[in-house]
């Protein structure tokens, strides 16, 4: 019995660390913006014509993307991308859009490609 309670206590100890470190270090397991800040292609290298694009915060930071333009649009995709990589990292998604006849508008979050800033929940907001 004795060693039913010990074991039962080195369970506790070691599910609460588990949450502990889930709790600490959250905002690592959900952001990746260190695979996300080198841009490895633009659409024009798929080919796609393009505008870069700079939208402002309301914080007044810049984020920095793409509008793909479709020569008749039948609308228009705004695609946010998620939360590892970057915009260079979707081109294949881009070329979809494209040949789907859908102007698309793709842009990068705080941290993320040639943002500046530090991913976090209230940014990803803002953005």
Known sequence: MRLMWHALRILVAAYIGFALVLYFFQARLVFYPETGREMIATPGAAGLPYEDIRLTT????GLH????PAPQPRGTVLFLHGNAGNISHRIDSLQMFHRLGYST???DYRGYGD???TPSEAGT???
Do not use: E, S, V
């Not at 309301?58 to 930071?61: E, K, S």
């Not at 993307?65 to 793909?68: P, V």
């Open 58 to 61: 309301g914080d007044g930071l």
């Open 125 to 127: 907001y803002r953005d």
């Open 65 to 68: 993307g793409w509008f793909i």
């Open 115 to 117: 943002n500046g800033g």
């Open 105 to 107: 508008l793709i842009f």
